[in-house]
C-alpha cells in the first residue's frame, strides 16, 4: 500500500498488528517532501499512537476479514456464535466484548472482524429490545421534563430512562452507546 492511500478510517499493518487510522494530516513544506501526519489507534488493544510517514514509505494492508454470524448461546467464559451460512460455530471471550456482552440477544445477527483468522471485534445490532426489570415507579404525570430515572434489564446492566417507564415495559436501547433510545410497548 501506498503512503498517498492513507485517508481517515483506512486500516492499515504496522509492526504485524491492524490499526485504523483515526485522524489524518497532510503536510507539504516549503522544500523537502511531502509528510503525511497520522493518528492511529490499534484495533486489538485500543492504544493510540501518533506517527509521521513520508511520502517514499510503503504501508502494509492487514488481512482483514468480515463475516455475519449471530448469536447463539453463551458458555462459561466464552460467547458461542455461528456462521448464518454454514452454521460452524466460533467461541468468543467474554472479556472481547467488554460492555457490549449485555447487549447480546440470541439470534442476533452480528458482523465479527477477524485479523489473520482470530477474531478481533464484534459489532452487534444498532438496537436492541429489552423488558424493564426493576426500577422506581414515576410520578403520574411528570411527562414535561427530561428528568430521568435508573432502571435494570434482565441481565443487569443499569441505565437511565424516562420517569413514564415502569417496571415490564419494553425499550430500545442503542448498543453503541448503551443508552435509552425510546419505550417500544407497556406492561
Known amino acids: 500500500m501506498d503512503v498517498s492511500d492513507l485517508k481517515k478510517g483506512i486500516k492499515i499493518e504496522l509492526d504485524g498488528a491492524p490499526w485504523a487510522v483515526t485522524d489524518f494530516d497532510f503536510m507539504?513544506?516549503?522544500?523537502?517532501?511531502?509528510m503525511y501526519r497520522c493518528r492511529l489507534k490499534n484495533?486489538?488493544?485500543?492504544?493510540?499512537?501518533?506517527?509521521t510517514f513520508r511520502a517514499v514509505d510503503k504501508i502494509g494492508k492487514p488481512d482483514l476479514e468480515e463475516k455475519e454470524m449471530f448469536y447463539s448461546y453463551s458458555e462459561g467464559d466464552f460467547f458461542v456464535f455461528s456462521?448464518?451460512?454454514t452454521y460452524e460455530e466460533m467461541r468468543i471471550e467474554k472479556s472481547k466484548l467488554?460492555?457490549?456482552?449485555?447487549?447480546?440477544?440470541?439470534?442476533a445477527e452480528c458482523k465479527i472482524l477477524f485479523f489473520n483468522g482470530s477474531p478481533i471485534e464484534v459489532t452487534l445490532p444498532v438496537f436492541i429490545q429489552k423488558i424493564i426489570v426493576d426500577t422506581e415507579p414515576g410520578a403520574r404525570g411528570d411527562t414535561a421534563?427530561?428528568?430521568?430515572?435508573?432502571a435494570k434489564i434482565?441481565?443487569?446492566?443499569?441505565?437511565?430512562?424516562?420517569?413514564?417507564?415502569?417496571?415490564?415495559?419494553?425499550?430500545?436501547?442503542?448498543?453503541?452507546?448503551?443508552?435509552?433510545?425510546?419505550?417500544?410497548?407497556?406492561?
Open 43 to 51: 484495533m486489538i488493544t485500543g492504544s493510540t499512537l501518533d506517527r
Open 145 to 150: 421534563t427530561n428528568v430521568m430515572k435508573p
Open 98 to 107: 467488554g460492555t457490549q456482552a449485555y447487549f447480546l440477544v440470541e439470534n
Open 28 to 34: 507539504k513544506p516549503g522544500k523537502g517532501q511531502a
Open 154 to 187: 434482565d441481565n443487569g446492566y443499569e441505565l437511565a430512562v424516562p420517569l413514564f417507564v415502569n417496571k415490564g415495559d419494553v425499550i430500545k436501547i442503542d448498543t453503541r452507546t448503551g443508552l435509552y433510545a425510546e419505550r417500544v410497548s407497556k406492561a
Open 83 to 85: 456462521d448464518s451460512e
